[in-house]
């Protein structure tokens, strides 16, 4: 951790953890400030609907329910609809009152551009002052944000706060390249596969590939950096005779080979066997780190994919089918002990493949070492149901 203030920041954490939840804290007065930015680099496409990504974790206003101490400083791009919010306080019809709402603060900087939400912040003194006055002095405050780079880390110390994400020097652990090495190191099963240093070493990979899995008929290619599988490209290995520009099935519809091989020059990636089976799942499993390092189950989820070969995600129902997510977690747990063990803080998720061969197995695929697609629904039926 290179920032000294940021380190003394985090450091405050352990004392106030157990309340840093959406279940009921009792009499705590509790202020969480929400920046839900996306500050690493995503396909194209998803950049307009970065508002709507922004306003993801407006299911915390439920959370005013459970901590009648607590307020909700929401920062955003751009104003919220009056109606979205009527629509959050209308889920539980008891928490719709002018009390309830007026521990609700919504901070908008008015700003469409398309840069991520911390980075326009930081840049926005006047809106520093305001959330630091919206904070107040109480006896828990802390940022809550959805993935941790540099400019949470300088967010943090600029309001004060400590923040619920890891340091992002461990970033490289939530790569394509790096779930692989951790699968490895800690004995959880994972699909046969290489690294690939860019577009120069992708057809020594593959004829690798086929040396140590001959039985696979197909291989997925994944950039280091990837997100929602729109990073992935697809190969039939029965088929490939040398030209695997010409092979290459790329989920992301948005951009060419050429685009997509620069990228893999520029931030390299993976090539592993495709699993694939009559019954296939792609399941993923929910944990949370805490400051002393114990390490929480918190959800398995089923993901729902689609896209242009089936590689995107789309959305998620849980708990993940019971036939298999004891298995799912049990490996998850591995992993995220050893990003306890590296000093990871809040939340991380593991992505597996399943498929029933007389009995079902479980292929690990990738670490998300931040909040994701399952983080949102697991955090509104918390703050519903009291946990």
Not at 200 to 217: C, I, V
Request: net charge negative; hydrophobic share 40%.
């Amino acid at each position: 951790m290179t920032d000294p203030a940021f380190a003394d920041l985090q450091s405050k954490l352990r004392d106030f953890w157990p309340t840093v939840t959406l279940r009921s804290i009792g009499d705590v007065e509790r202020t969480v400030v929400v920046v839900h930015s996306i500050s690493f680099d995503v396909p194209d496409q998803l950049i307009p609907v970065f508002p709507a990504y922004e306003e993801r974790f407006l299911c915390l206003v439920l959370s005013l329910l459970r901590a009648p101490r607590s307020r909700v400083v929401y920062v955003t791009s751009q104003p919220i609809h009056p109606r979205v919010l009527d629509y959050y306080f209308g889920l539980v019809p008891e928490l719709d009152t002018p009390e309830a709402r007026a521990r609700f603060t919504s901070v908008s900087l008015v700003d469409g551009r398309n840069e991520p939400l911390s980075r326009k912040l930081l840049t926005r003194p006047g809106a520093l002052r305001r959330i630091r006055s919206l904070i107040g002095d109480p006896e828990i405050a802390f940022l809550l944000p959805f993935c941790m780079t540099d400019d949470e880390v300088r967010l943090a110390v600029a309001l004060g706060l400590p923040i619920y994400g890891s340091d992002p020097d461990l970033n490289s652990l939530g790569t394509k390249t790096g779930s692989r090495r951790i699968f490895e190191s800690e004995g959880v099963q994972h699909p046969v596969g290489l690294e690939v240093d860019g577009e120069r070493d992708l057809q020594r990979a593959l004829t690798e590939l086929n040396k140590r899995s001959p039985a696979a008929r197909g291989a997925v290619l994944k950039l280091d950096k990837g997100v929602s599988g729109l990073g992935n490209a697809l190969l039939d290995l029965t088929t490939l005779d040398g030209d695997v520009r010409a092979s290459l099935r790329l989920e992301d519809q948005e951009i060419d080979v050429d685009e997509y091989l620069r990228a893999l020059d520029g931030e390299g990636g993976i090539v592993e066997e495709r699993i694939e089976g009559a019954d296939f799942r792609s399941p993923s499993v929910q944990l949370r780190m805490s400051p002393a390092g114990q390490v929480d189950i918190m959800s398995t989820h089923d993901q729902i994919l689609g896209g242009a070969h089936g590689q995107t995600y789309f959305g998620c129902h849980f708990p993940a089918d019971q036939e298999y997510a004891a298995l799912i977690a049990a490996e998850a747990l591995k992993v995220g002990r050893r990003l306890a063990r590296e000093g990871a803080i809040g939340r991380a998720s593991v992505d597996f493949a399943a498929v029933n061969e007389g009995g079902w197995r479980s292929y690990a695929l990738e670490i998300n070492l931040r909040c994701g697609g399952t983080t949102h629904p697991l955090f509104a039926l918390t703050a519903l149901t009291d946990g």
